[in-house]
Every structure is written in C-alpha cells, then in structure tokens.
C-alpha cells in the first residue's frame, strides 16, 4: 500500500506533504509524491522546480521512509487524473492541502480538493496550511 500527496511549491502543498510524511512513518507505508502540471501549458507555478524538489528529497531522508515521485499532466480536469493515480497505485490515504477560497470563486471556478473529497473511493486527509 502507499500514501499518496498532492504536492505544489506552496504553504498549503508544503503542510500536505508533511502531514503526508508523518501517515507514511505511522503506517510504514510508501509515499507518492504528485506534482501535476497542465499538458501544453508553457507557465504553470504548481510545478515544483529543482530545489523544491531538493527540500522534499530532504524532508522525505530525514523521516526515513520510501518514496516515489510522480510528475504527471492533465489535459482538462486535475481532480480525475489525481484519484485515477491513487487507484492506480493502490492508495490506502489521499493528502490533500486546502486554501482558502471565497465562495464567489468556489462556485465560477470550482475546487479541485472538494471534488477530490467527494469522488475519492478510499479515505481523504484534508490539511491547511499555518497561520503565519
């Protein structure tokens, strides 16, 4: 079995993915790391760069558990090609990191992590980032 963790370069992906380490050490279990980027997109600022990726490698040693990262894109819904990856890969938990977004913008734009939460065939861990 194994964890798998939504991971963007963010406060909010950041907490995700520590969160994500910490069920990975409890449950001696693999984390999957996904950084996901729009197919065709020339800027996308979710892609995680080089030293982020360093930061993650560092974070992921320390805790001394196995892992896996998975760069992938979508083409028209990131919510779908993430659960299709956490079948894929056998998930037993899904983390998932949550901003703050106003109603207006849920309702135009939706919210990948709502639908995540509603879709997902196994258990979700929702994480929010810090204050300050």
Do not use: C
């Not at 993915?17 to 279990?29: G, K, N, P």
């Not at 899904?94 to 135009?108: C, E, P, W």
């Amino acid at each position: 079995m194994s964890i798998i963790v939504g991971y963007v370069p963010t406060d909010v992906g950041r907490a995700a993915l520590h969160a994500a380490i910490a069920e990975a050490q409890l449950r001696s279990d693999k984390l999957l790391i996904v950084n996901s980027s729009r197919e065709g997109a020339l800027v996308d600022k979710n892609t995680a760069s080089a030293q982020d990726w360093v930061e993650v490698e560092q974070a992921v040693a320390q805790a001394g558990i196995q892992s896996e990262v998975v760069e992938s894109t979508y083409r028209d819904d990131l919510a779908e090609e993430f659960l299709r990856l956490a079948v894929e890969h056998d998930a037993s938990l899904i983390v998932i990191g949550l901003r703050h977004r106003t109603q207006v913008g849920k309702f135009i734009m939706g919210s990948h992590a709502q639908r995540i939460l509603l879709q997902a065939d196994r258990p979700v861990l929702a994480v929010k980032a810090g204050q300050g």
